[in-house]
């Protein structure tokens, strides 16, 4: 076994205090369109449910009013703290993991669904590619994988537009906050959605849909085969 001092240290990139927490308590947080998108990919009582990068745990809790076993991973103890207020005010309970995509601890094959919305892009690729194996490896034969991300869905344009008027376009006609998208494009490690879809294939999962519903967000629904099925 190799020493992991070589292994990417996902800390380095995220915000761990409460601060950035409050921020991503803002984020997306809809009680309506998680319970929608639960109840699409079919959660059943008794299930094992992970949710990793759990923000404000809004996913973990509405799994777990619907009856899942629900483990609510994140690398930010604010986060934590947050998804426990979340579990505590709703009256369910949720086990809270502090760890990440590379370092959530799980048994091969056990769980029913798993869901990341908004965590892989903190990975450059080759780290997505790693987290993405763990993630086949932690779930059940046939059980489904749900992916939210920020992705570049179209290529700059070359000479008709530079990377700067590339950004601009996106801010202008797609009404995104500019300083978030220049610190993004900066710092953080989106990558194409047709690149995320060949990993997403080649580690071993069948892309059962992709969803480019805005210029920087992809939607993907991955299912791991049963033994002897092809991917």
């Known amino acids: 076994m190799l020493a992991r001092d ?5 800390r380095r990139r995220l915000g761990l205090d409460s601060a950035v927490a409050s921020i991503y ?6 009680d309506v369109r998680t319970r929608a998108v639960l109840s699409m990919l079919g959660v059943q009582r008794g299930w094992r449910v992970a949710d990793i990068g759990c923000g404000n745990g809004v ?3 509405e ?7 629900v483990d609510a991973i994140d690398i930010s ?3 934590l703290a947050l998804a426990g207020i979340q579990a505590s005010d709703r009256k369910v309970a949720v086990r809270t993991q502090p760890a990440g995509l590379l ?10 669904l798993i869901v990341s919305e908004f965590a892989l892009h903190h990975l450059p690729d080759f780290w997505k590619a790693v987290a993405l194996a763990r993630i086949h490896a932690a779930l059940k034969p046939g059980a489904n994988f749900y992916l939210r991300d920020i ?3 179209s290529m700059p344009d070359g000479v008709d537009r530079d990377v700067e008027g590339w950004a601009e376009f996106c801010i202008k006609n797609h009404d995104f906050d500019r300083d978030s998208v220049v610190s993004h494009m900066r710092d953080e490690y989106s990558t194409f959605g047709w690149v995320i879809e060949r990993m997403l294939t080649d580690v ?9 519903h805005a210029p920087l967000h992809g939607t993907y629904l991955l299912r791991k085969p049963e033994p002897g099925e092809q991917s």
Not at 25 to 30: E, F, G, M
Not at 103 to 112: M, V
Not at 204 to 212: E, H, K, N, Q, R
Request: proline share 4%.
């Open 6 to 10: 070589w292994y990417y240290t996902q």
């Open 77 to 79: 103890p604010a986060m």
């Open 103 to 112: 370092s959530f601890a799980y048994q091969p094959n056990s769980y029913d």
């Open 63 to 69: 799994a777990a009013l619907m009856g899942a076993d």
């Open 59 to 61: 996913l973990a809790v």
């Open 25 to 30: 308590d803002r984020h997306d947080s809809s």
């Open 151 to 153: 992705v570049f869905v």
């Open 204 to 212: 071993g999962f069948t892309l059962v849909s992709a969803d480019y």
